[in-house]
């Protein structure tokens, strides 16, 4: 998907935060500074933003599943929205301390959450228990709704604010599984394999990189639909050319009958 300096500019992507609140690390990104603010290099941001949505995109074609993660209040809603549309998983609540770790009793947890879910209804005779299990259902739903066809590690991790998200950080790092970040100046890029260095603090800023996330990714599945769709011409040709030489042959064969016949008659 084409994404254009001035749109990052439009959105607040190049403001980062007060200089007494950054990482010496992100030095390499940032342009200047205004009013005790840094601001970042744009140029260097769509650099990185691209190649970070090429990895994207080589995800999604092999059909790679992408996990969305954004629990803090001004990535929740692109987090949730954006995975929907490209039909990835996502964490846009709390994440649950051992969801890569122990994965097996974090599957358990969310099999007991689809089936309470799905068989709600059987607790309508006691109102005791229903409204129980309901505020059960309520809680599971916040942190586990975008779980719910999460049955495997993910090829690739996208993360708004990787400081933020310190702990999942930490648990994807230890299966090495590829993070693409969104990162403010106060964040550790290294902690990134694919860094976006951008405002991550601005609704807009947040939003537009998270849905270029999810646009790639519903490109890249409409590739690898056609090249799927693409698969059987090669036996279809391969049919016709065998239909093409069987042909060829008869009329050889017809030939040599009509030459027999001739030879016959002489």
């Known amino acids: 998907m084409e994404v254009t300096a001035k749109q990052l500019l439009e959105v607040g992507a190049h403001f980062g935060h007060k200089k007494n609140r950054w990482n010496p690390k992100m030095s390499k990104f940032i342009y200047t500074t205004r009013n005790n603010i840094h601001i970042i290099n744009i140029e ?13 995109r080589s995800v999604a074609e092999k059909g790679g599943t992408i996990l969305f993660v954004g629990t803090k209040k001004q990535a929740q809603n692109s987090i ?12 846009s ?9 122990n994965f097996e009793q974090i599957q358990n947890s969310i099999k007991n959450y689809i089936d309470l879910k ?6 309508n005779s006691n ?6 299990k309901s505020r059960l259902l309520e809680k599971l739903d916040r942190d586990l709704k975008g779980l719910v066809n999460f049955w495997q590690l993910p090829e690739a991790v996208y993360i708004v604010d990787p400081s933020y998200e310190a702990i999942a950080v930490k648990e994807i790092k230890a299966k090495n599984i590829p993070i693409i970040a969104l990162l403010d100046t ?13 405002n991550d603090d601005a609704l807009r800023s947040v ?10 990714i519903r490109d890249a599945k409409g590739i690898a639909e056609k090249k799927e769709e693409i698969q059987p011409e090669p036996e279809k040709e391969h049919n016709q050319n065998e239909a093409l030489e ?21």
Do not use: H
């Open 44 to 56: 260097i941001t769509l650099k990185l933003l691209k190649n970070a949505l090429q990895f994207v």
């Open 93 to 101: 609540n709390r994440w649950w301390g051992g969801l890569f770790t």
């Open 186 to 198: 106060d964040c550790d890029p290294d902690l990134a394999d694919w860094p976006i260095p951008a």
């Open 80 to 91: 949730e929205e954006a995975a929907k549309r490209c039909g990835m998983p996502y964490v």
């Open 127 to 132: 109102k005791k228990i229903l409204a129980k």
């Open 118 to 123: 799905n068989n709600i209804d059987q607790y």
């Open 207 to 216: 939003k537009l990189i998270t849905n270029l996330i999810a646009d790639t």
């Open 246 to 266: 069987e042909n060829q042959k008869r009329e050889e064969q017809k030939e040599k009958e009509q030459n027999t016949e001739e030879s016959a008659e002489e």
